[in-house]
C-alpha cells in the first residue's frame, strides 16, 4: 500500500533532517549511479588506508593521544570548504549541466541531544555510520550486528520523533 | 609503488581525500555528502509501518544506498590487495592502557578481543556492538546527521548548526572514551 503524499509534503518530510534532499528535475537511467559506486568505493578505501576506521584510533583521538584523525577531519573540511567556495564562484554545473544547491540547516536541540549520543555511541563502537560499511568490507563480519543496531536506532528516533525535544 | 600504497596513508593525504568527496557528490549529480541518511532510507524501505518520518519515496534516494554499497566494496577490495601486512601502530599510552583490559591483538584495525562473534557472548561485547550501534543509529538521526552531512559537508557549507552538532558529537565521544568505555571494558 503505497501512502498518498502530497508532492509539496513529501518534499517537506524527506527534508526533514535528511541531507540529502538535493533532488534531479531530470530523469536519469539506472546506470547514472555508477558514478555513486565509484566514488563510494573510492571513498572506501580512503577510509581503510587512512586507517578512519579503526577503533583504536577513534580511542586515540578522544584520548587526545595523536593527531591523525583531527588531521584527517581537518584537511577534509578544509578541502570541502575551498571546493564549495569554488563551486559557488565559479558558478559550477552538475555533469548533467543542472544546478548545484545548498540546503541550509536550521537549528533545533537535536542536535544537542542528537549530537552527545551519538558521541557516546562513536567512541564506544569506534565507528561512525561510514566506518561501519566499510569494516563489514574489510572482514570484521560481525560489524553486522551494529549496523542493523544502528538501522534499529534510527527506527526507534522515528517511532518516537514526536514525543522527543527538539 | 604498491608496496607504498600498502603502508597506512598519512592524514594529509587521506583528509583533502575525504574532502574530495563532497565536489565529487555535487557535481556528480548535485547530491549532498551524507552517509547516516542510508539507515533511514534503509528504515523506509524495509519497515515503515506507517511512522511518518520514514513515510517518502525511498527510492528517490538510491544513489546514497548505491554510495554505501561502494564504501563496503572499497573495504573489500582494500582488505584484498592493499592490506598492510604490519597490523596496526598504536600509542604507546592506548596499548598499555588496552593490555589492562586484556585487549592485546593489533592484527586489525578493530580490536579482534572485542569484535567478534565470539564478544556477542559476552556482556561487554553486547554493550559495545549493539548498544554502540544503537546509539549511533539513534544518535544520528536525533542529530540531523553524522560525521560525514555535519562534521564535513555541514562545516564545508558553513552551516552553524553542524558546528553544534559536531560540538556534541566530541563531548559526547571524550566522555565515552575518558569517563564511561573504561567502566565497560573492566566488565
Redo the contacts between chains.
Keep these: 500500500m503505497q ?1 498518498i ?1 502530497e508532492e509539496e509534503n ?1 518534499y517537506a ?2 527534508a ?9 528535475e531530470q530523469n ?1 537511467a539506472w546506470y ?2 555508477i ?29 587526545l ?17 575551498l ?2 567556495w ?2 559557488k564562484a565559479f558558478n ?1 554545473k ?3 549541466g ?11 536541540k ?21 566506518p ?12 553486522i ?15 518516537f ?1 514526536e514525543t ?1 525535544p527538539h | 609503488m604498491l608496496d607504498l ?1 600498502k603502508q ?33 532510507h ?2 523506509a524501505a524495509c ?1 515503515p ?1 506507517k ?7 525511498w527510492k ?5 544506498l ?14 584484498n590487495f ?1 592490506v598492510n601486512p604490519n597490523g ?1 601502530q ?2 604507546e ?2 596499548t598499555k592502557e588496552l593490555a589492562g583490559y586484556g585487549i592485546t591483538d ?1 592484527s ?4 579482534v578481543d ?4 565470539e ?2 557472548l559476552t556482556l561487554r561485547g553486547i ?36 558546528l ?15 569517563w ?2 573504561p567502566v ?1 571494558l573492566s566488565l
Design positions: 501512502p503524499v513529501e518530510i524527506r526533514t533532517d535528511a541531507i540529502c534532499i538535493n533532488e534531479s536519469h547514472g549511479n558514478k555513486y559506486l565509484i566514488t563510494g568505493i573510492l571513498f572506501g578505501i580512503v577510509f581503510i588506508k587512512a586507517e578512519v576506521i579503526s577503533w583504536f584510533r577513534i580511542q586515540e583521538m578522544f584520548r593521544e595523536s593527531f591523525h584523525m583531527y588531521g584527517v577531519i581537518g584537511s577534509a573540511v578544509a578541502v570541502g570548504m571546493s564549495v569554488l563551486i559550477v552538475t555533469v548533467n543542472e544546478q548545484i544547491t545548498f540546503a541550509k540547516k536550521q537549528f533545533n537535536g542536535q544537542i541531544y542528537g549530537g552527545l549520543l551519538f558521541g557516546l555511541g562513536w567512541a564506544l563502537t569506534g565507528a561512525c555510520p561510514g561501519l560499511f566499510a569494516q563489514i568490507g574489510f572482514g570484521a563480519t560481525v560489524v550486528v551494529p549496523l542493523l543496531s544502528a538501522i534499529a536506532g534510527t527506527w526507534v528516533y522515528g517511532y520523533r522527543l | 600504497i597506512p596513508w598519512p592524514w594529509y593525504i587521506a583528509g583533502p581525500l575525504i574532502g574530495l568527496t563532497v565536489p565529487a557528490l555535487l557535481i556528480a549529480g548535485n547530491k549532498s555528502f551524507g552517509i547516516s541518511s542510508s539507515l533511514r534503509a528504515c519497515l509501518a511512522v511518518p518520518f520514514f513515510q517518502y519515496e528517490k534516494e538510491t544513489w546514497n548505491v554510495f554505501v554499497l561502494g564504501i563496503f566494496l572499497g573495504g573489500v577490495i582494500a582488505s592493499l596496526i598504536v600509542t599510552n592506548l593489533f586489525s584495525q578493530v580490536p572485542i569484535v567478534s562473534w564478544s556477542l554493550i559495545m556492538l549493539v548498544g554502540g550501534g544503537f546509539l549511533v543509529g539513534f544518535g544520528a538521526r536525533y542529530a540531523g546527521g553524522c560525521t560525514s552531512g555535519h562534521s564535513i559537508t555541514g562545516l564545508s557549507t558553513w552551516q552553524w548548526p553542524s553544534v552538532a559536531t560540538i556534541c558529537f566530541m563531548i559526547g565521544g571524550f566522555i565515552m572514551a575518558n564511561i568505555l565497560i
